[in-house]
């Protein structure tokens, strides 16, 4: 069974500063994604970021970027430039690819707060 | 396009009632999911579909049934509401890309309450 751990319930981050949110899993697998989703007040999950375990290139979307390391089971989200709209909780996710609908294992959370 | 939507947003019980949530989405996607979300736990897999008139067990199923009998439609069915299914169940829908890439994306969520 594939397990995802974020192990930071909380954090905290001045507005235009760059936080970085943990995230480790545990698979045997070798073919996967992994997955940053933000959940802002409205409860909406919104997808972040993605990233293919066969890619060694870390993925970015604009001030949003992973540092993926796949030995380490380890897949970070850093956000840049913190704007007080990243005000969310944080899941970190991850799926097997099985040729068919594809099951996401989801963390607990990282809930953070932009402050002024 | 509306994306994925789910009626109704907010919805009281009480214990031994029934109700069905509605999950609908307009993009054609082959495969729908029901998840539920719990105060500090992720979302949990309870049913989903690879396709019409398909469904299967996720990982917390008991106590919750599922149809789909058209593609753009899941509906979750509770028969015997219970406590213990006070959460916010999210819907997804999702697709392969011609490269291989699946991406669900959610509706904004059920909020339901059992007395």
């Known amino acids: 069974a594939q397990t995802v751990t974020q192990s930071q319930p909380e954090m905290s981050v001045q507005e235009a500063e760059t936080v970085t949110l943990s995230c480790t899993y545990d698979?045997?697998?070798?073919?996967?994604?992994l997955f940053w989703y933000k959940q802002p007040p409205s409860r909406q999950m919104i997808l972040v970021i993605r990233q293919e375990a066969y890619k060694q290139q870390n993925a970015t979307e604009n001030r949003f970027s992973v540092n993926f390391q796949k030995a380490a089971k380890s897949f970070s989200l850093k956000i840049s430039d913190s704007q007080l709209g990243d005000t969310a909780m944080y899941f970190c996710?991850?799926?097997?690819?099985?040729?068919?609908?594809?099951?996401?294992?989801f963390g607990t959370g990282t809930r953070l707060q932009v402050t002024l | 396009n509306a994306g994925v939507t789910q009626t109704p947003k907010f919805r009281v019980l009480k214990t031994g009632q029934s109700m069905t949530l509605l999950c609908a989405q307009d993009m054609n996607h082959e495969y729908m999911y029901w998840y539920r979300q719990d105060p500090g736990m992720g979302l949990r897999l309870i049913h989903y579909s690879v396709g019409e008139g398909t469904t299967a067990k996720g990982e917390v199923p008991d106590g919750y049934n599922v149809s789909r009998l058209k593609k753009q439609n899941f509906l979750l069915g509770l028969e015997s509401a219970a406590p213990s299914q006070t959460s916010v169940y999210f819907c997804?829908?999702?697709?392969?890309?011609?490269?291989?890439?699946?991406?669900?994306?959610f509706g904004p969520g059920t909020r339901l309450l059992v007395l």
């Open positions: 996710a991850f799926m097997i690819l099985t040729g068919t609908a594809s099951k996401l294992t």
């Open positions: 698979t045997s697998e070798n073919n996967y994604y």
């Open positions: 997804a829908s999702s697709y392969w890309t011609s490269g291989g890439q699946e991406t669900q994306y």
